[in-house]
């Protein structure tokens, strides 16, 4: 048929796909005339719209396509725009992202920080009403510092949101079949548009809303959109009509698409849908860690807020120095500053931070994550079983052998034109139109050069018969034609065949078939020779054409058998349709091929680098035992006292028949996938984390049962990407090799931030409870303890959890899924460490301020007049700061009226003196701790008796600039946070002596540091903590904590 002029109409529905002022209508149908037609759950009513219309021949005229050639070349040079602006664009939007402002509201959410945002206001109001000048500083910085957080927290979470969405994208990123100027194409599917002629197969997802136009056994999973479970057939008189987003589970069909973007069902459901990354087992193993941790911080926090009450109702000092409603007030805010300090948030955090980063840098390697989960757990694989078309090998085919109508071509096959081949010429059309009919695949133009689009198998035979000048196209259309009824029967992993079936001109049929050159030379009774006669297949010719196709095999070729059979008329139905199956026996055989697929070049090295990591790779492949052993050996996955296992033979065994051989299992061949799946599930009850590369739609149960599956981004079908959880956007093996390198990246980045952040909590619990029982007051306050808060969490997840991956990390065995996040090592570094700062901290506290020259803990101190000229001359009744700034403290008044208790110059603030408040004593304390965390970062990058803690830094950029952030906004704070923070500027070289104290952290190189250092002889038994014991204490990973099933050399 060709396009008629149809009636033109005016078109001004508005909707979210569609502009609200529409051009003229060319065409013969609105918009709204097409929502009749696909209203949701009522398919019947449809229909009935369809047949008033005149069915889906009329619908594509008043679309204006034609249905045997698609949309024309007019409408492809102008982009279709008057199509899209009236129909809409094929584009599904996804809920809005909530904005940095939403977010950062959410995050004050957390109950913790509601109660110290409370907590900080009455210590506000009770501090300003006590002491107006600086009473309410403490409350203020506080609320800064709990902002702070929550600010950071937002940009985390919209970040993170962004990548993921990003992510998503690229994953709904396909290309579609298409039927454009009368020749197949593929375009990505945000260019289809209504009134596309849309090419379906087994295991596509439909892109748009369509009718069905002609197919062979259609069917479609609709169970995503409508919850029935079982496959839908596609049949015009009962249900013609394809959703949007469901699967093709089996057969072939054309359709016109009729709705696109918003307009589909499916978009109308997702613009509703919120995405929501769903927990990981690490992260929900880590928020469990979290959860007893907070118990423990909770436990601490009771116990402090119950020894500061106790000590202040026996202290006549804590009496003067706070009101009884302001001390509770204060030791309240300690309390739950304490909580928020001990409750890791930063756990799942560093996951987030870890997986979002990963899988960005995965995406560059080829690898597209599907299911979070799937990044972590690759780490931790144990057997990986691979295709090995594409995957293995490059998928290049090429035909290089072939027996040929009687006659055997070996070298000079590739290279032979028509009239070489001494074969007889009908015999050879014959052919012909049995390879370019029997195909889903298809040669197009590129630059002059014909690439195959589809299967690179059949693509292989198709180049083959292209050089030797057949018209493929041309060839296909005359012979093969839907409406006559003819029908394709594509490819059958259970039968290792296809099948296609056309009318012949006396009313007969001829059925020609396709598939595994053992199989289709199984079902064969006879053969055509060189002179193109049809000859009986005895015993002798059988023999002689299966060392053929074996001797193929052993030289690692792909071979495939072409066969064909007459029917004459009324031996097949007139509806060949209602055929349940192929009748493809008593076959006639036409030629044999070798197909050459060359071995990938890195492929070896990825395979080695697996063994060396503990993996055991199996090929499970649909080819013949011989080729497969033969790629096998070339590739290293076979070894001398390895196995190779034919389907058949596997599915006849007992589990545990298998079980015994399973160790040394290495090829499966002639698979179906049943037997892949069967293979998934005996791996697994050996407690084996197994990862599963697929491509094809029968593909899909191996690939959900698997830990990992990994459809191949190339050759996969949608259905089969659907059920993965990483897509390999290359096909290459290699790139399962980086995917596992990513995973055992994050599991030990996760572990990283798990030491480092363990020692800071465990070092700021003691000290501030061991403060409060020993009437000291703590030397780390609210505000100086969210900041560390800040550093542990936020800080230190982007640190240590954007890490990337190195070589070393093939060198270890997978951990087993019982191990411990806590590993002996990570156990002793953190106790050690641990060890180390209490130490430190304590003889700080004790001796610092006698060893430094300063008063003892915060403390107002008298200076007089005369020694600071400088100082402004105030009354008698107000004490000030060493830099002239009001006193939060008592006035000099009441100091006086108590000077047996509180001062020893009771009389001087009488006499033109002032009061000043000191916190250098507590800022070289909280400078030290500060650092000593800084540089702990550095030695948190080991996790493991490894010294070298700065192999590969300059390859984390970002953990060395958060290194210096934090060691700016340390500064800022201890020499300007006065009274709000409550530290006081210090001299450079005491800001030295901090630096090398935390600097014994480090596990080498701390005698670098002593030389600024006062307190020679505690901190040479300090740095024996630090630098000596920390990574020579004998202490190893359990050889129980890693998984070794398949009993692999790392050698």
Known sequence: MSPVKPRKSNQSTATSSISKVAPSSPYGITLDELRKLNQDQMTDTNLEELTRIGGVTALATLLCVNLEHGLPRSEIDTNFTVRRELFGQNVFIDAPMKGLFRLFVESFQDTTLIILIIAAIASMVTGYLEHPETGWSEGVAILFGVTLVAVVTSINNYTKEKQFRALSAKND???????????????????????????????????????????????????????????????????????????????????????????????????????????TP???????????????????????????????????????????????????????????????????????????????????????????????????????CSDKTGTLTENKMTVVQ???LGKLFKDEFAQADRAQFSVNTKALDALAANIAVNTSAYLKDVGGVPQVQGNKTEGAVLLWMNKLNFPIMDIRRDNFQVARGDRLFPFSSEKKSMAAIVR?????????????????????????????????????????????????????????????????????????????????????????????????????????????AGIMVRMVTGDNVHTASAIARQCGIMTEDGIALEGPAFRAMSVEEVSKLIPRLQVLARSSPDDKFRLVNLLKDRSEVVGVTGDG????????????????????????????????????????????????????NIRKFLQFQLTVNIVALVVTFVSAVTGKEPPLNSVMMLWINLIMDTMGALALGTEAPTEALLDRRPYKKTAKLLGKCMLKNIIVQSTFQLILVFLLLIYGAEEFGYHDGNKCIKYEYSAKSSFPTLSNDTCVTVTGDTCWSLSCEDYAKNSSSVLDYPLACLDDSCSAYDYRHYTIIFNTFVFCQLFNEFNARKTN????????????????MIIFITLFVQVLLAELGGDFIKTSSISFTHWLVCIGLGALSLPVGTNRFLHVVYMDNFLTIVQFFAGVLMRLIPVQESPDAFANPNNISQS
């Open 504 to 612: 012949q001109s006396d009313g007969g049929h001829r059925l020609y078939s396709k598939g595994a050159a053992e199989v289709i030379l199984a079902r064969a009774t006879k053969y055509i020779d060189i002179d193109g006669y049809v000859q009986d297949l005895n015993s002798k010719k059988r023999d002689e054409l299966n060392r053929i196709i074996r001797q193929m095999a052993e030289s690692a070729l792909r071979t495939i058998c072409i066969g064909h059979r007459v029917f004459a008329n009324g031996e097949l139905p007139e509806d060949l349709q209602s055929l349940p199956d192929a009748p493809d026996q008593e076959l006639i055989v036409n030629a044999i091929f070798g197909i050459q697929d060359p071995l990938r070049p890195d492929v070896t090295d990825a395979i080695r680098d697996c063994k060396r």
């Open 402 to 404: 072939g027996w040929v």
């Open 173 to 279: 990123d396909v290309l579609v079949k298409v039927l454009r100027d009368g020749k197949p194409d593929q375009v990505p599917v945000g260019e289809i548009s209504v009134g596309e002629v849309i090419i379906l197969e087994t295991g596509d997802k439909v892109p748009a809303d369509a009718v069905l136009v002609n197919g062979s056994d259609l069917k479609c999973n609709e169970s995503s959109l409508t919850g029935e479970p079982e496959d839908v057939s596609k049949i015009h008189k009962k249900d013609p009509f394809l959703l949007s987003s469901c699967l093709v589970a089996s057969g072939r069909g054309e359709c016109l698409v009729i709705a696109v973007g918003a307009e589909c069902r499916w978009g109308k459901i997702k613009s509703k849908l919120v995405r929501e990354q769903k927990a």
């Open 697 to 748: 739609t029968n593909d899909a149960p191996a690939l959900r049962t698997a830990d990992v599956g990994m459809a191949m981004g190339i050759t996969g079908t949608d259905l089969a990407k659907e059920a993965s959880d990483i897509i390999i956007m290359d096909d290459k093996f290699s790139s399962i090799r980086k995917a596992v390198l990513w995973g055992r990246c994050v599991y030990d």
């Open 945 to 960: 008796n490894d010294w070298r803690v700065f192999n590969g830094l300059v390859a984390n950029p970002l953990f060395i």
């Open 282 to 384: 690490l992260m929900e193993k880590l928020e469990e860690m979290a959860k007893h941790i907070g118990y423990v911080g909770m436990a601490f926090s009771i116990a402090t807020i119950v020894a500061m009450i106790i000590i202040y109702s026996t202290s006549d000092d804590k009496k003067l120095e706070y009101s009884w409603p302001s001390y509770i007030l204060h030791t309240f805010l300690i309390g739950v500053t304490i909580i928020v300090v001990a409750i890791p948030e930063g756990l799942p955090l560093a996951v987030t931070i870890s997986l979002s980063y990963s899988t960005k840098k995965m995406l560059r390697d080829n690898n597209l994550i599907r299911v979070l989960a799937a990044c972590e757990t690759m780490g931790n694989v144990t057997s990986i």
